[in-house]
């Protein structure tokens, strides 16, 4: 089973948990935890460390190192 369906049924599971719970700050909680579990479910962006924005960059042309200095 992929992850992002794992996430999501955790999630469902925190919503049924918190459905039953007498307690205000409980149920909230829960419904923190089944956002939190969402909030993996969605894509994230691709995201480059330091070391390869250093890498793109000395492997630039001339030309488009300066374009990308004066932007």
Do not use: D, H
Not at 11 to 35: D, H, I, K, W, Y
Not at 41 to 58: G, N
């Amino acid at each position: 089973m992929k992850a992002v369906n794992v996430y999501r049924a955790k999630a469902f599971e925190c919503l049924s948990l918190a459905e039953c719970m007498n307690s205000p700050e409980e149920r909230a909680e829960m419904v923190r935890f089944a956002r939190v579990w969402m909030k993996l479910t969605e894509p994230i962006e691709e995201a480059r460390s330091f070391y390869e924005l250093r890498a793109a960059k000395s492997l630039a042309p001339r030309g488009a190192q300066r374009r990308a200095a004066l932007n």
